[in-house]
């Protein structure tokens, strides 16, 4: 009976992986970035109106024409993590290149197209991001407040003066003292510039006392999509029944071969896409803001949802030049990678040829072997420590390549950037 069990656990994996798909949009509308949607099994484009979506912006090294090591939420479930944990939700993953940084204008372009030609809840959009993303996070949301629900910016900071659209929406900025590359005075200014605002009643600053620029681990805890999930566009309050941060809930991680699917749009599919109609908002909406759950602990509304508050000064793009955040809201560069990444135009499991405009529909992902280059899979019985020896490389290095803390824990199968 319990080797009936695992074949048929085993044999669902394996269906629930291969029904989701990416769909992956590049150097096709030449006034937005390239981008990518996750759909999980059994999403539809046109009637799936109570489908939440998560917005995920990329730090600077995990740019088009950078190969570092990826990360984020598409990667996470690619990587076999639970961290939606039976909540179906799309999840949109834009590509900038490195030398542009994100603009707010262009990313609204791509939220836009999402909107005209996908399914979804349109009161339950979320942003989040790290790095150049915190950056990418804090500057979209302030510039188009009306538009999300709740926001998480990590590691990042803010160009306006006087952001004043983030205290319309539930915000979490996170930043860790100790990030050698972007100044945790980059938040600071953010934060106080928000009081200037008025009412910050929606935000919640976790100034950490240590975790540097590493802090990719956030986008595989399960309770950070959970915190999202309690927030409504219709409904302004900031939630305290979760906190992702002082007790964070990793994602359990389940035998996975991929997200089965990656379809690389041509012209052709794109006009089909076009030509296509979601659902209109309406009752399934309705149904979904009914079920959301809040906090009686809730600090209450900043202000008018529907109102059009506009910040003070210019969304800009952030630029990948560094300069001095102590006196400046740009972030302080190094000549280390701020978080390492792969092309956000290809999955960590799939090869890395990211120049490619159109390829075949069937194209499927393909798992990462030992023999990749600069990348080492976890076996049983290793520890970071045995790996490093074995590969001739510094323990504290590894650690910084793969932006693990000491207290990391591994296990077999896991990916370790080993170069």
């Known amino acids: 009976m319990r080797r ?18 990416i769909e992956y949009f590049n150097d ?9 949607i996750y759909e999980p099994a059994g999403y539809d484009p046109v009637n799936s109106t109570d489908m939440p979506v998560v917005m995920f912006l990329h730090g600077r090294s995990m740019s088009i ?3 570092g090591y990826r990360y984020g939420t598409i990667t996470s479930i690619d990587m076999g993590y639970d961290i939606l944990k039976g909540q179906q939700a799309l999840v949109l993953e834009p590509n900038a290149r490195g030398n542009e940084g994100w603009g707010s204008v262009k990313l609204h372009k791509v939220y836009e197209f999402l909107k005209a030609h996908y399914a979804f809840d349109h009161d339950k959009f979320y942003v989040i991001g790290m790095s150049m993303g915190g950056w990418g996070t804090l500057n979209y949301v302030n510039k188009y407040p009306d538009e999300v629900a709740a926001c998480v910016g990590i590691c990042g900071g803010c160009d306006a003066k006087t952001p004043c659209g983030l ?12 990030d050698e590359t972007t100044d945790v005075a980059c938040s600071d200014r953010v934060v106080e510039a928000m009081k200037t605002c008025g009412n910050t009643n929606l935000l919640k600053y976790s100034r950490l006392t240590s975790g540097g620029h590493s802090l990719i ?11 999202l999930f309690k927030h409504n566009r219709t409904n302004r309050r900031f939630d305290t ?7 964070p809930v990793h994602a359990a991680y ?4 991929g997200i089965g699917e990656s379809i690389y749009i041509t012209q ?14 309406g009752s399934n909406t309705m149904a979904s803001n009914s079920g959301t759950t809040t906090s009686s602990n809730s600090t209450g509304n900043s202000g008018n949802p529907s109102s059009t508050t506009k910040p003070t000064s210019s969304t800009k793009p952030v630029s990948s030049s560094s300069s001095n955040t102590n006196s400046s809201s740009k972030p302080t560069t190094t000549n280390k990678p701020t978080s390492t990444s792969k092309p956000a135009n290809t999955v960590t499991i799939k090869p890395s040829n990211t120049t490619s405009t159109s390829k075949p529909n069937t194209a499927t992902v393909k798992p990462v072997t030992t023999s990749e280059k600069g990348i080492y899979i976890v076996k049983q019985g290793d520890t970071l420590k045995k790996i490093a020896k074995k590969h001739k490389i510094k323990y504290k290095k590894l650690l910084q390549i793969n932006h693990f803390t000491k207290d990391r824990k591994i296990k077999v199968g896991d990916k370790i950037k080993i170069a």
Not at 217 to 227: G, R
Not at 254 to 257: D, E, I, L, R
């Open 4 to 21: 009936l069990l695992i074949i048929i656990s085993l044999t669902l994996v394996t269906f629930l992986a291969k029904s989701q798909k």
């Open 28 to 36: 096709l509308m030449s006034d937005m970035y390239n981008f990518a």
């Open 65 to 67: 024409g950078l190969d």
């Open 167 to 178: 205290n319309k929406v539930p915000t979490w900025i996170i930043h860790a003292t100790d």
């Open 217 to 227: 681990n956030y986008f595989q805890y399960h309770n950070l999509y959970t915190w």
């Open 241 to 247: 029944s979760v906190n992702f941060v002082d007790n």
């Open 254 to 257: 389940h035998w996975s071969s």
């Open 268 to 281: 052709a599919e794109l006009a089909k896409i076009q030509a296509r109609t979601p659902k209109p908002q």
